[in-house]
């Protein structure tokens, strides 16, 4: 979502804040923008639509500043226009400020202070900040940490801010209260980004902020206060990852790029976490001659680190997640019930929000993000945890604002996605779940060693089926542009199948704006099998295994009312081929782990369908890549 940056030193200020908004593009924006301080004056220059604008914009310009913050923005308070991006700036035009979240207290704050003679130019909450900083300077004393103190403790939600003032040169000051901030630290300069990422391409050294911290930053390091007023003192983070490179590799879209990437991350991320995974093994049935000894959830220094009393204690697990990631974790509850006999709720994290979580010291609670920064996910997480649960991440950010939240995380290996629409991240949140579920299962002792060992086997094969599928995306191509003209479309699937029905609705609706709505198949019949008629393509996934009997009737169902009939089956299925004109094909796979196969199917079916349309596919319309307002 939206993304804030900063710069101070020697080099050009708008080239950087340029190259770190670029980094940051992919969480999804509508407007950017960038304040630098030039010659003693405030320089404020923003846009609608793509940063394309804004670096016209800066060319036109050609402006030396050497210092100064940025901003792409995902719009919340009013449309996306001009007047609305971001940077904001107070009455006397010498504070510039942009923001990340929401200030919940905007309207009565707003009110106040157009009571005491502000004048407002936006219809956002972000301004409100700019003119109570202003107010609150006036009584500082040229104090601006102070006013920035005063000003914090008035605005109530979960934000971020960078600030620039020329009455401060060469200073930006930085806020975070429940929210993300890093500053970057290099020689003789010094950056500032709510994503790492961002800052990645110049140093490996952060200091991140903690809640409810201000930061005042120069080109030779940063100072950290709290709300209070006291000094803190932090050592910089040497950060491990590689630099993010984005780079099509010759792909049309990143999107079609990270479908293709799905079993090397599936190949990763099974290596980090089942020992001795990586030693020659010949997976032909008749060559069993070896097996993953054991799976270890904490290979480095971020991991697993329960008990096994504490494992064994846990009465019931909670899965909180958003999107793609939730139906990641209604796969994790059919898994984990299955091998573990454990009870499993998963509930979409913004539910939560306002009512009773009901948890305690024998739950685990379980957050699902890829981003490690969705602000529901983590409020759920946080107060589970204030409930005395145990709490576990599953993410691919191990540098986010949920690893702050719990020292338990599983980290997926699937690099930056930089398209909107989750793909490979999903895959990989769904692997970490056989994962955890077979962990779970071999320390509460309710799988046998031989069961054990055979799925892990079966896991490391899947890779493999997952390139068949692959291999067959010329003919799902053609099949995608047949049915491209639907106004609508809906998904069936039973147990392990419909998290998948409902993912793939979720994909054709991110990326072709065709409405799609997914069904468990049983409940078809008791209401959604009124909209059925001959415009209709009904897609099922038809995996054998023990409800395959009752998802083919629900099917035949569906074709009586003359829907189109398209199904992800088994290619040589002979029942398939007699009940619908369609199918995507997958190889033969075992019904509990068909998810990380049969989804790829509908992935290359919506990325086709969104493309022949001539949709922004890797950013669709309305969609953030990290959604950090709740």
């Not at 980094?23 to 030039?38: K, N, Q, T």
């Not at 349309?613 to 959604?627: E, F, M």
Request: hydrophobic share 40%.
């Amino acid at each position: 979502m939206c993304g804030i940056v900063g710069y101070l030193g020697p080099t050009p200020a708008a080239s950087v804040l340029l190259s770190e908004l670029k980094c940051l593009e992919y969480r999804g924006y509508d407007s950017a923008g960038v304040a630098m301080i030039e010659n003693g004056q405030l320089m404020v220059l923003k846009t609608a639509g793509k940063l394309a604008n804004l670096e016209n914009l800066l060319n036109e310009k050609s402006p030396g500043a050497t210092w100064g913050i940025g901003h792409t923005r995902w719009a919340t308070h009013g449309i996306p226009n001009d007047q609305n991006a971001h940077p904001h700036t107070d009455c006397t035009g010498t504070i510039a400020l942009v923001h990340n979240g929401i200030i919940e207290n905007y309207d009565l704050l707003r009110d106040e202070l157009i009571a005491t003679g502000h004048t407002f130019h936006s219809e956002t909450d972000t301004e409100v900040a700019s003119h109570l900083i202003e107010e609150e300077y006036k009584n500082a004393e040229g104090d601006m940490i102070l006013a920035i103190r005063q000003a914090a403790k008035r605005l109530k939600g979960a934000y971020a801010l960078g600030i620039v003032s020329p009455a401060h040169p060469e200073i930006i000051y930085a806020v975070n209260q429940h929210y993300s901030l890093a500053v970057g630290i290099g020689d003789g300069e010094c950056f500032l980004a709510s994503d790492s990422v961002a800052v990645r391409q110049y140093t490996n050294k952060v200091i991140r902020l903690e809640q409810s911290e201000i930061a005042q930053i120069t080109m030779h390091g940063v100072r950290l206060f709290s709300f209070e007023g006291d000094e803190v003192t932090r050592r910089p983070q040497v950060l491990d990852m590689n630099p993010m490179i984005m780079d099509k590799q010759g792909y049309r879209h990143y999107l079609h790029k990270e479908i293709h990437e799905q079993p090397i991350i599936l190949r990763q991320t099974l290596s980090k976490y089942l020992a001795n995974c990586d030693k020659p093994l010949d997976l032909s049935p008749a060559h069993m001659t070896f097996a993953p000894e054991s799976i270890d959830l904490d290979p480095s220094n971020y991991g697993v680190s329960f008990t096994d009393q504490e494992l064994r204690s846990v009465e019931r697990v909670s899965v909180v997640a958003c999107g793609t990631a939730y139906h990641a974790g209604l796969v994790g509850k059919y898994i984990i019930e299955e091998l573990c006999g454990i009870p499993v709720d998963v509930e979409i994290a913004s539910e939560i929000r306002g009512r009773r979580m009901l948890v305690n010291n024998k739950t685990l609670a379980i957050a699902v993000s890829q981003s490690g920064e969705t602000a529901d996910t983590i409020a759920a997480l946080s107060e589970a945890k204030a409930n005395g649960a145990f709490t576990l991440g599953i993410t691919n950010r191990p540098d986010s604002h949920l690893a702050r939240v719990t020292s338990n995380l599983i980290v997926t290996e699937c690099g930056i996605e930089v398209s909107v629409a989750a793909t490979k991240t999903f895959v990989a949140q769904v692997a970490c779940f056989y994962l955890l579920a077979i962990y779970l299962a071999e320390k509460r002792g309710t799988i046998d060693l031989q069961k054990a060992k055979a799925l892990k086997l079966d896991l490391l094969r899947v890779p493999s089926l997952q390139e068949k599928v692959l291999a067959s995306e010329e003919y799902i191509k053609e099949k995608a542009v047949q049915y491209s003209e639907a106004k609508a479309v809906v998904f069936i699937g039973r147990g392990l199948s419909y998290p998948i029905a409902l993912e793939g609705a979720l994909k054709l609706k991110e990326l072709s704006y065709i409405h799609a709505s997914g069904y468990a198949a049983g409940e078809l019949k008791h209401g959604p099998i009124a909209v059925l008629d001959s415009q209709m393509p009904v897609i099922t996934i038809l995996i054998p295994g023990s409800v395959y009997d009752k998802t083919l009737s629900n099917a035949q169902e569906a074709k009586a009312r003359h829907a189109k009939m398209i199904a992800v089956a088994q290619e040589s299925d002979p029942e398939a081929k007699k009940t619908f004109e369609t199918i995507l094909p997958i190889p033969a796979v075992s019904e509990f782990l068909s998810p990380m196969v049969s989804v790829l199917p509908l992935q290359l079916f919506s990325y086709f369908v969104a493309d022949y349309l001539g949709k922004d596919v890797d950013q669709p319309r309305n969609l953030a890549k990290s959604v950090t307002v709740e």
